[in-house]
């Protein structure tokens, strides 16, 4: 397979996607928990921005999306942070380093807006971990889901961070995934915080 082109997601390929993510979800249980309506599942939180990889014959093989995370009520002016969610690759495009291309997509938009960008992963999520690592991502903390696995067991989180760089400055912030990890997301309810990328 050529390597498939990543765009910009439209509403046309919304079902496109649903079907992509059905195949992730029984290749490697992504999502943990299969969300009631998966069209709803891709659109919610509303995304600032979303990608899909299509292959030549224009179906969806991969996608990702990014949300904006507001500031605090009554907090302290924050950074502009936003989440990296529901990205997954199908078993068949696997090898060709499109989790990589989604995420470096997601990192563009990120730093042409002077933002921060965090994500959360089930702490079994090894492959993928070992792929934000490998970009740059840095784990900044865990900890426990406020949804349950299928089986009502509780599923640990790692959370990490990719601080958009700034001249002069490399430093992650940990504040930011504490923030993040202390909020309630409409993302979490149905376990979509780890991702399929192997």
Known sequence: ???PAVRRRRATDLDGCVAALAEVHRADGYPLNWPADPHRWL????PARAWVAVDADAAVVGHVAVHRIPDQVGGPPGRSTAEVAR???VPKAR???LGGALLDRARRWADTRRTDLVLELAADGTAAAALYERA???CVGTSTAPWAAPDGSPVSLRHYTLRHRAPGSDVAPASIARRRASRPAASRSSGGSSTSIS
């Open 136 to 138: 740059g991502w840095q």
């Open 87 to 89: 990205l997954f690759v």
């Open 43 to 46: 659109r919610e939180p509303h």
């Open 95 to 97: 090898g060709l380093a």
């Open 1 to 3: 397979m050529n390597r």
